[in-house]
């Protein structure tokens, strides 16, 4: 039982470590020639990052902003309440508010990943016509399956 926590609590910081580089690498957006990214915060070229994305002033990279840094709090809550359970909890009962707190992320991860991938990710309004996902659009979704497996994991763990 101690290997099983101790191995979620390693994916659980995996994830949140993760979650921090998606959201603030600038590099969701690459372009095939390597010569420039576009992240949610900045546009990149060989000459340097500036704050003029194409689509800075849409809601819908605000929401995925938003989305992004909601789902890193409570990642970071979800750890702290299970360590917080994880000690004070009685034997046999479960770690439902790490899990619910962890699926919360997760929604928050699929509506922002799907926002970005609905308005951005191969699309028309990409700086660049030639382009492809870079890592930490595919992070955002990895971080979408961990935290999905933490969550149901955490919600059906027991204490013994």
């Not at 492809?132 to 059906?156: K, M, N, Q």
Request: overall charge positive; proline content about 1%; aromatic content about 14%.
């Amino acid at each position: 039982m101690l290997v099983l926590l101790a191995s979620i609590f390693v994916v659980h910081i995996a994830t949140v470590i993760m979650l921090f580089v998606s959201t603030i690498a600038n590099v969701w957006v690459v372009t095939d020639a390597g010569t420039g990214s576009v992240g949610l915060w900045k546009n990149c070229t060989v000459g340097g990052c500036s704050d003029n994305l194409l689509y800075g002033g849409e809601d819908a990279l605000k929401a995925v902003q938003a989305f992004m840094i909601l789902s890193i709090i409570f990642s970071v809550v979800s750890l702290v309440v299970f360590v917080f359970q994880l000690f004070t909890m009685e034997k046999g009962n479960r770690f439902f508010l790490s899990g619910a707190t962890m699926l919360v992320c997760w929604l928050c991860i699929l509506v922002g990943a799907s926002i970005y991938t609905h308005h951005y990710a191969n699309s028309s309004k990409n700086l660049y016509p030639s382009s492809h996902h870079g890592y930490s659009f595919i992070l955002t979704w990895i971080c979408f399956c961990f935290s999905f497996i933490i969550g149901v994991l955490y919600l059906v763990l027991r204490k013994k």
